[in-house]
């Protein structure tokens, strides 16, 4: 591990208002899915740690971070300004991560919650010397795109795992890292990864029984609305495909930074609203979105876009 390297000012470093501003890629299906298998484990008192290999700016951290039980300990680990080991990695870092710093994360991170996670500054082929075996219930593989990386990762997460614990591997099917791919499916046919669900840039599965995740999941996309889902075989092994079309996305990390209502005026001394700057449309109600808890702003939000689709009917 290696001390933070950065050298922005405290003015240059992020201040997210909502986990949308924070730099990274975390979409509704998969926010619903990590959402979904840390509750699911929760209701069970599956209790365990979490383990991100991967964390850029912070924004699937962040979200993880929310979900963190008593007493669990969260670990993420990420080169973030630190020298890659290898010249294909230093390439990747360059192409894809130019602008990552450590403190944007940690900035990032504690505008959301009040502690950061255990932070592990260095390659991810060191993660078993700071994480003990079978204790993690749900590990995030997001880290080098690189075959030979991605591989050690899943052997790594393998140990590190408990006996129902889940691994999410990032863009298991994209164009531009066959890599994930090829590490992803050869763990399914020679390492005893065994599928769960799919989405459209993660791939879900556990070295345990994925049979009671199947079904409780099954359950779950079929009581919520929004989520299209099929069921497909692999090598005669049910996986499910699914994809969040019009559900709402889970509950939101709040941050700390959060739009605050601007303080009432007397009448007497409030401005006149500028010609240049036109007043909202509807101030009362924005003011009044931003003062409720996420749950019942996006209620709101959902429910004002049905009445307006009606209207346009
Ligand atoms: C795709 S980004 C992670 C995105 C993040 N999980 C999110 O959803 O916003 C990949 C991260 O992996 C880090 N990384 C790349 N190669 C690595 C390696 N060999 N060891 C540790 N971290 C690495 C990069 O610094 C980068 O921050």
């Known amino acids: ?4 390297t ?7 470093l992020p201040r997210p208002t909502r986990l949308s501003d924070v730099k990274g890629w975390l979409f509704t299906t998969d926010q619903l899915l990590f959402d979904w298998f840390l509750a699911h484990q929760r ?7 979490l383990l991100e290999l991967g964390a850029y700016m912070g924004k699937s951290a962040i979200f993880l971070g929310a979900r963190l039980g008593t007493g669990e300990r969260f670990t993420v680990c990420d080169l973030f300004d630190s020298p890659a080991g290898d010249d294909s990695n230093s390439q990747e870092m360059k192409r894809s991560y130019s602008t990552l710093t450590r403190r944007a994360f940690e900035a990032n991170y504690l505008s959301f919650h009040d502690e950061l996670p255990t932070v592990l500054q260095g390659l991810t082929s060191i993660i078993r010397e700071h994480v003990e075996d079978d204790t993690v219930r749900f590990a995030h ?3 080098s795109h ?20 889940v691994v999410a591997l990032d863009d298991y099917r994209a164009e531009h890292c066959p890599g994930v791919a090829a590490a992803t499916w050869q763990a399914v046919a020679t390492e005893g990864l065994r599928p769960i669900c799919i989405s459209g840039t993660k791939f879900y599965g556990t070295w345990g029984d994925p ?18 889902h099929e069921v497909q075989y692999i090598n005669d092994a049910p996986i499910i495909r699914l994809s969040a079309k019009t559900a709402a996305e889970p509950e939101q990390p709040v941050s700390r930074h959060r739009a605050k209502p601007a303080a009432k005026r007397p009448a007497a001394t409030a401005p006149k609203a500028s010609a240049a700057r036109p007043a909202p449309r509807h101030p ?12 019942v702003t996006r209620a709101l939000v959902n429910a004002r876009r049905k009445r307006k689709a009606t209207a346009g009917r």
Do not use: C, F, N
């Open 1 to 4: 591990m290696t001390a933070p």
């Open 6 to 12: 950065a050298d922005q000012s405290a003015e240059q």
């Open 43 to 49: 209701d069970r008192s599956a209790s365990g740690d």
């Open 141 to 143: 593989i997001d880290a």
């Open 146 to 165: 690189l075959y030979e990386h991605v591989h050690a990762d899943i052997l790594a997460v393998r140990e590190l795992l408990k006996d129902d614990g």
């Open 211 to 228: 049979g009671p995740y199947r079904t409780a999941l099954l359950e779950w996309i079929k009581a919520t609305g929004g989520i299209w």
């Open 284 to 295: 009362a109600r924005g003011l009044a979105l931003d003062l409720l808890p996420p749950i």
